[in-house]
């Protein structure tokens, strides 16, 4: 448990709280690349503020506060032009950098423009998202994390949850709740509903781990059946410190990103490629995003798939779980230093030192330890994945099946 | 540090009835837990509760009748766990 105050202070995301300013050192997506190709504009919120993202006809990104320096009307509703920005409003102009270029209305001998100023983010375009930067500058280096850059078949799943991010992040270092939320509860809701449930989630851990690497946790299980040998234990998966989490397994590969929309709202992304060997990948000009349901029809969560299971408990827990009234046990260790390393990453910030994972040299590709062999479970993984996880709402599910049957039957052939 | 803090967690809360009765009988218990953490860091003697104006953080958790409070110290970085232990074993347990 915590205490009231720290509570408080570990769910903040505001500009000028110790974990406002720690969220503030990285990068965040906060768009599909796709959506300014299809309209130049649009309202973006990010740590609890407002801006208005854009794309010029020149192809350059910006991203600015949506209220107007001039008289607060909203920039999300602005028109894009060649240099920049221009308010709906009385035509105040700004460029990607936030400096103001022209103010229509005012005399031309008036340096008032010089005086005004938009405080812009930083925007850049990576793997089908467009990501952006509200932190002090120098801004560090956009993480090109390998499941951003790396070749495959894209699909990103998303929604938006009415919770704070720290509570679906602590699920992150909790393997334990994957035999019980998606092996038992799974296989209840399964046996009412008829369907089946995938077996592989329901296996007994044996022992869990956890490991601070220089991204974040590397957490580690040995589940029932299996060995220290097996990846599991042996490569485990991180936890990407603050916000994302790299799972994969039987050549699928995903990056779960948590991001702080505001403090009870986060957005929830899972960004998967389809990378089986063997295999002709087909073109993508734009990468395919879909909406993920969280309720049904009744306002009761859907928990009929891996992930709708995993938002019910994160949203059920409350806007801000309470952490004051939580009974802690062993199995949460890895909770308790998730925590101790938000704390400790809030100090290094308060020192002026660059947080956990804020880099500054530029790196072609950042490979992440992440399993293969998912809980021991081969290749029938990839086709459970699809069929019971987020996957299965995907435009492009039954391609995706053909896709890892098709390399699979090629892999059998080669092999004689 | 050889208190019992099993025992004395759930001595009496369950049958008392306070402001916080619609959240539960544990925010009764909840004060004791508060009082009981580790107020000052082993290493520097700095606060370590956001309250007293330090920059720690305690996190508890229980096991078996032990209660494990995972410390930070903002103040010198020291990090480790102080555990209230109902008994000292000579041995561990095999788990």
Known sequence: MLTAEQNEELTQVAAGTPMGELLRRYWYPVAFTRELEEFPIKAARLLGEDFALFKTPRGRYGMLPQACPHRRASLAYGVVEADGLRCPYHGWLFGTDGTCLDQPAEREETNFRDRVRAVAGQVQELGGLIWAYIGPSPAPELPRFDVFVMDGVRDIGWTDLPCNFVQIMENAVDPHHTEWLHGRFFEFMARHQGFDAPASFGKKHVKVGFDAFEWGIIKRRVVEGASEEDDDWRIGHPLVFPYNMRVGGANIEQMQIRVPIDRTTTRFMLYTVHAPAGVEYPDQPQVPDYQIPVFDENGRHRVDYVEGQDMMAWVTQGPITDRTVEHLGRSDVGVTMLRRMFKEQMARVSRGEDPLGVYRDFRERIDLPCEKNKFDAGGSFAIQFIDRASSRFSPQADALKKLHIKAHENQKAAAG | ?95
């Open chain 2, 1 to 95: 540090m050889t208190a019992s803090p099993g025992a004395a967690a759930w001595n009496g809360a369950l049958t008392r009835a306070g402001p916080d009765i619609h959240r539960g009988w544990f925010p009764l218990d909840a004060e004791r837990h508060r009082r009981d953490a580790p107020q000052y860091c082993p290493g520097c003697a700095a606060a370590l509760s956001l309250a007293e104006g330090g920059q720690g953080l305690v996190t508890e958790y229980w096991t078996g009748q032990d209660r494990v409070f995972v410390c930070y110290c903002g103040a010198c970085d020291w990090s480790g766990d102080i555990v209230l232990a109902a008994r000292v074993i000579g041995h561990e347990a095999e788990e």
